[in-house]
Every structure is written in C-alpha cells, then in structure tokens.
C-alpha cells in the first residue's frame, strides 16, 4: 500500500526531530525497504547535534566502514557550545527562580524588564540567552530541557518573532516527550496567536516553513498548514483529541487551509469523524452533522486527492453504492493500520465503519438480510448475526428493528412521520432563500442608482465647503 502511504508528502511541513518517529514506523514496517529508511534517517540525523545517534545509524548502514573524523570533531563543539550557552542561560534562571522576583513579576513583560534591569541588572540580550540555550537542548535532542528554557524565555520576551518561535519549539517538545495534555495546552495557545497576531511577524516553525514568503496572508496560510501537521500528534494521542480534531479543522478558517494547501488531511478528518460516529448524547448529534460536511468537502477535492477513507465515505453517502463502499472499506483498513497516527485505531475504525453502512443500509431498507448485510460488513454469517444483533440492542435502531431469526432477517418498522413535519422539512430554509433572492434583486438598482450620486459628489462637496454656516445650523 505504498501508494497509499503519506509520510514523503507530509514531511515537508515538519521539523527534523518530529520526523525521526514518522520513519522509525517506517522502519518496522514492510512499505519501503529498510535501507531507504535508514538512508533517510541518517540525512536527518546528520543535520542536528545528536552525535552518537547520527553515528550508530551510520554504522548500520556502512558496517564496512570506518566512522568519519568529523563526527568526533562536532562532538566536542557540540559539548563545549552547551557548555557555554549553560553558563549564560543560568544567570538568567538563577534569578528567575528566585521566589521573591517570582512574585515580584507581573503580567506586563515590559515592566518585568524594567523591574529586573533595576534590581538584578538582567537585560534583554541575557533573556535571549534562554531561547538560545533552550534551542541547542531541542537540537542535542534534551526535548524536557528545552520545553523548560523555552517556556522561561516566552513569559519573559517581549520579540515577537522570538517567541512565535518558542511556541513551536515548546509544542515540538512536549510532543515528543508525549506530555499530552500540555501538548494540546501548548496547541491552542499557537494556534490563538497565528489566529490573532498580524501575520507579518510569524516566522513559522522552530525551523522556517518550505516555500516561507514576505506576503503577510501566504505567511499566515503556511504557518496554519504547519499548525495542521503537527496537531495531528497531540489529537491522535490526546483521549479527547478526534472530538477536538473536528472541533479546530470544520471551522471554516482551517478548512479552508485543507482545501488550499493540503487535501490530504482530508484522510484524517474523516478518520476522526467515523471515529466519532458511535458516541452518544450530543457529541453525536455534531458528528452526524460534521460527517455530512467532510463528504461535501470530499466531493469538491476528490480532483485533487482521494484515498480508500475518502472513497469509503463518498460511496456511502453520495453514490449509495455499498458493494464499492463494501471494496473500499477493505482498503481503507490495510491502510489506516499503516498509518502512523491511525494504527492504532484499525479495530475501533473498522468497527465504526460498520455501523455507518449498518445505518445507512437500514434506512433506505425494510426489510433486510442478515446474510447479505453480514457480507457488506465483510463478516461471515455467524460473526455478521453477532455483530447486527449487538448493534440493534446498543443503538436506537432498537425500538424500530425487530429480528426474525427463523427467515434470518431484520424488519425494520418506522412510523409515518406527520405531514406537519414534512411540510416544515421541505419549505425549512425558504424564507432564507426568498431573502437571498430579494437581496439579489435589490442590489443592482443600488449600484445604479450609487453611480450617479458618485458623478454629482464633487459638486455636492464644493457646496457644503462653501455654506459652513448652513451646515452648523443644521445640526
């Protein structure tokens, strides 16, 4: 299923070090041969100051080989420049945790600075010492350590490009250090700040974004497509976080980054929502909802991206054709259990997926068979009859679908629904409508009627300057 696989396109929108799990997968699987993986390992590793990791990825890959001279070399820089960034940075800390200036510090960063140039005689240029030891611990690959700098330099910085940049150092390293909870904390704080911030001062990532630009909007469209990659660590981690996924990518701002710059989140929208699907009370009612948007959404990108996630929904939903949806579904599992961040999910997805052609199945259908369901499920008979009972009983099919076993079918009875509430469905959005209409209507004469008040304007202007008396009574 290598076609099928996204780790080269997604690559790009990644710092180095959140790259290192995409192919350490990749290398325990069978997708690409070991070596390709290696290969691009030791690329990777060569760029950062994790010198002994860079070395054993070397020597797997050229066993014949004597290590370079180099390596030792950049390990004694790489040991003497943190020893030197340590020594500037702790005059900073020695301070800082000081209990007395921490309850001296206010939210005001500018009088934070002006408090401790005054009593300690810190300046800005040894608050910049945090970030930049803070940096070097995330390239020697101390991602606790630099989550800690980091943090302290953000609170007290008043750089904006600085501390745009701490947040995605910080958020790269309470990810890979898997503290969830603070990652999503540390997700919403970036995302609120690339939402609200003039985009003109986002550097975009702890390492600059592909194709950065000087164009303020294309700037802030890179920095949200970045956003998208990375959140997909702390959502398919977090417990809460396919709920949350949904939450943050339908809001018509990052959809709209998914439909500009990267369709293929698509896979993993849809991923979450039929993850979703089977939850009860009112996340249920937004998930259904949300599922009729992705499919909309699947519709207009299918010319440039589709997967068997996306066609599984789309034969669902738009062509009702189950036997495709039936094909598709087949694939859709080989390929969310290769997935880095689905993997886990395959039994969950493949169970929710059920249940939606089970649904979808037995509303256009009265009367149906447990056989011939059972092999849309792909189940056998006996596992098929299990796993329709369970979700008759567990679901709100219950109190309209009674099973016969004797004919081994399901009958599914539903009440006439009142011609009240037919009338209601179908003239619901009407009077919406009607208003559109008259809008449309109506703005035309507008315009015609704007252009020759434009024409007379100059004339107008040269009669109010010339009356200041008239205009004062008036008022």
């Not at 503290?179 to 985009?199: G, Q």
């Not at 981690?237 to 701002?253: A, D, I, K, S, Y």
């Not at 059920?354 to 447990?370: F, G, P, T, V």
Request: aromatic share 10%; net charge negative.
């Amino acid at each position: 299923m290598a076609e099928y696989d996204l780790t080269q396109t997604i690559i790009p929108y990644y710092d180095r070090h959140l790259v290192f799990p995409l192919l350490a997968h990749l290398s325990e699987s069978d997708t690409f041969p070991v070596e390709q993986v290696q290969a691009a390992q030791y690329e990777l590793a060569k760029g950062t100051n994790m010198v002994d990791y860079a070395v054993s990825l070397f020597q797997q890959l050229y066993a014949d080989q004597e290590v370079p001279s180099e390596f030792a070399a950049k390990r004694e820089g790489a040991v003497s420049t943190n020893e030197r960034l340590q020594q500037e940075a702790q005059a900073v800390l020695d301070v800082i945790e000081n209990p007395e200036v921490a309850q001296a510090l206010r939210q005001d960063k500018m009088q934070n600075l002006q408090y401790l140039k005054e009593h300690y005689n810190v300046t800005l240029e040894q608050i910049n010492a945090l970030y930049n030891f803070g940096k070097f611990q995330y390239t020697y690959g101390n991602y606790s350590g630099a989550a800690d700098y980091l943090y302290h330099f953000r609170v007290l910085s008043t750089d904006a490009d600085l501390t745009m940049s701490s947040h995605w150092g910080k958020l790269a390293s309470d990810i890979l250090t898997g503290k969830w909870d603070v990652a999503l904390e540390e997700l919403n704080t970036l995302r609120e700040a690339i939402d609200s911030r003039a985009p003109s001062a986002l550097p975009g990532a702890f390492s600059s974004p592909s194709g950065s630009t000087s164009d303020p909007a294309l700037m802030q469209l890179h920095s949200r497509t970045w956003l998208l990659h990375w959140s997909l660590f702390v959502y398919f981690n977090h417990p809460e976080g396919r709920t949350l996924l949904l939450e943050t990518f339908l809001t018509p701002t990052y959809l709209n980054t998914i439909q500009t710059s990267c369709p293929w989140i698509l896979r993993y929208l849809a991923t979450a929502a039929i993850l979703s699907r089977k939850s009860t009370g009112t996340t249920s009612s937004r998930v259904r909802h949300s599922i009729r948007e992705i499919v909309r959404v699947i519709q207009m990108e299918e010319y440039q991206y589709q997967d068997p996630v996306t066609n599984f929904l789309k034969e669902l939903y738009v062509e009702f054709d189950f036997e495709a949806a039936q094909k598709d579904l087949s694939k859709a599992e080989t390929v969310v259990a290769n997935d880095f961040f689905l993997g886990e999910f395959r039994d969950e997805f493949l169970d929710n997926a059920r249940y939606l052609i089970s649904e979808a199945y037995c509303r256009i259908h009265q009367r149906i068979d447990i056989g011939d369901l059972s092999d849309r499920l792909n189940l056998d008979r006996d596992e098929g009859e299990k796993w329709i009972v369970n979700l008759i009983r567990e679901t709100r099919m219950g109190a309209d679908a009674k099973i016969d076993l004797e004919k081994n079918v399901i009958e599914i009875n539903r009440p006439p629904q009142p011609i009240y509430q037919t009338v209601i469905e179908k003239t619901r959005g009407l009077a919406f409508r009607t208003q559109a209409l008259g809008a449309a209507m109506v703005r035309p004469q507008q315009q015609q009627q704007q252009q020759p008040q434009q024409q007379q304007q100059p004339q107008a202007a040269i009669t109010t300057e010339a009356q200041p008396a008239v205009v004062e009574g008036a008022r």
